[in-house]
């Protein structure tokens, strides 16, 4: 069982270049997320989807847009990369609005990018 | 959505117990407690999830009071490979944008 698979694992920019970070889930889940962690900070999220069909900002969206291409896949896209989007990557899904739980996410084993 | 409070670090000797408190002195009726995982260069993982009293699973046991602003993970019996960062979460069902704080990096000790 594959869980969340983000693809690439690593990769290095120059200032400038643009590139997507793919990521799907096959647990059947309706939100998806990609997060951002920077050296011994925590996770901050960038953009979510709630449910196919939807996408909106979360804490730290300037320089990113996102693709929620169908109920299994999400992508993040960086236009014109700059250093400071130097970081790690994770994508994330989970079952948000089935069951009266909290909300439970998942994550890939992350995506680290070096912007040089 | 409901701030959390956690201590920045902890150490323990293998074997034993340990107890990590979270406070979130606003949390909401309808919000659960969770706490995630996650060792170097890997993403959380979920270990536990509560709303109120007790819940035990394989790997821990969570322990929320009655008035819920604060909720304790407990670790039984530590080894080395329970070394990690311990993230607590608070947030109901229409919680999508959660905040991981700077969590609680547990180090054990040989």
């Known amino acids: 069982n594959a869980g969340v698979t983000q693809t690439p694992k690593f990769q290095v920019l120059k200032t400038g270049q643009s590139m997507t970070l793919q990521c799907a889930q096959d647990?059947?889940?309706?939100?998806m997320y990609w997060y951002r962690q920077d050296p011994g900070m925590g996770l901050r999220l960038i953009y979510y989807?709630?449910?196919?069909?939807?996408?909106d900002k979360g804490e730290v969206p300037n320089g990113y847009n996102v693709s929620r291409l169908n109920k299994r896949e999400f992508s993040l896209r960086l236009e014109s990369a700059a250093p400071s989007q130097t970081s790690v990557y994770f994508c994330?899904?989970?079952?948000?609005?089935?069951?009266?739980?909290?909300?439970?996410?998942?994550f890939g084993e992350g995506s680290w990018l070096t912007v040089v | 959505l409901a701030k959390t409070t956690q201590p920045i670090s902890m150490d323990s000797y293998e074997g034993q117990e340990v107890n990590i408190t979270c406070s979130h002195n606003?949390?909401?009726?309808?919000?659960?407690i969770t706490w995630y995982q996650q060792f170097p260069s890997q993403g959380p993982r979920f270990i536990i999830q509560?709303?109120?009293t007790k819940v035990t699973n394989e790997v821990a046991s969570l322990f929320i009071p009655a008035d819920r602003k604060s909720s304790t993970l407990s670790l039984p019996r530590v080894s080395l490979s329970d070394t990690a960062v311990y993230y607590c979460?608070?947030?109901?069902?229409?919680?999508?944008?959660?905040?991981f704080g700077k969590g609680t990096k547990l180090s054990v000790i040989p």
């Open positions: 994330a899904s989970s079952r948000l609005g089935q069951g009266t739980s909290g909300n439970t996410i998942y």
């Open positions: 647990m059947n889940h309706n939100s």
């Open positions: 989807s709630a449910s196919e069909g939807t996408t």
């Open positions: 606003n949390i909401a009726t309808n919000d659960y």
């Open positions: 509560g709303y109120k």
């Open positions: 979460l608070v947030g109901g069902a229409g919680s999508y944008q959660l905040t």
